[in-house]
């Protein structure tokens, strides 16, 4: 069985991106850019601004296209959590 991984919400992201060196770079309407390196390669992650704040969570196919833009494995990903 695989490892359980929570959901998370805008902060919790924003958070783990700081802690990976991105930045936010552009916002348009409801999404934000940040830029970051990861492994020498430029990345730019867009996170959703959720219409209920802060706090509500993103669901699973949100997180994993986020990691996914990262450039990290989800397990590398929630480490910086």
């Known amino acids: ?9 805008r902060e919790q992201v924003e958070a783990i991106l700081e802690s990976l060196k ?3 770079k552009r916002q348009s309407g409801s999404h934000c850019q940040w830029e970051g390196y990861t492994k020498g390669i430029r990345r730019i992650v867009t996170v959703d601004h959720l219409k ?7 669901s699973h196919r949100l997180i994993s296209k986020m990691i996914q833009q990262s450039g990290l494995s989800k397990e590398e990903f929630y480490s910086h959590l």
Not at 1 to 9: A, E, R, S, T, V
Not at 52 to 58: Q, S
């Open 52 to 58: 209920k704040g802060r706090k509500e969570k993103y």
């Open 22 to 24: 991105f930045v936010p």
């Open 1 to 9: 069985m695989g490892k359980h991984y929570p959901l998370l919400d």
